[in-house]
């Protein structure tokens, strides 16, 4: 069984930010805060010739997708 010994590197440094990073992204998503860098990193994945939106664009693109449509919300 392996036994948690504290690193001089300040290896809880690095486990409590990849947490605090984790919940960031969690509540960007339930907000409905668009993410640039997963989307960069989709656009490198799945559509290597394609050029990605300025993170300008891609924001203006998002709001204008979540607002524009009617039906998408409640009011």
Same mark, same amino acid.
């Given at each position: 069984?392996?036994?948690a010994v504290a690193t001089p590197g300040g290896g809880w440094r690095v486990r409590l930010s990849a947490r605090v990073t984790r919940v960031v992204t969690v509540v960007? *998503?339930?907000v409905g805060a668009p993410d640039y860098e997963r989307y960069r990193r989709h656009v490198r994945a799945c559509h290597p010739a394609a *050029?990605?939106?300025t993170r300008d664009q891609f924001t203006q693109e998002r709001l204008a997708r979540?607002?524009?449509q009617p039906g998408s919300r409640c009011c």
């Open positions: 069984m392996p036994v960007r *998503t339930i *050029t990605p939106m979540r607002y524009d």
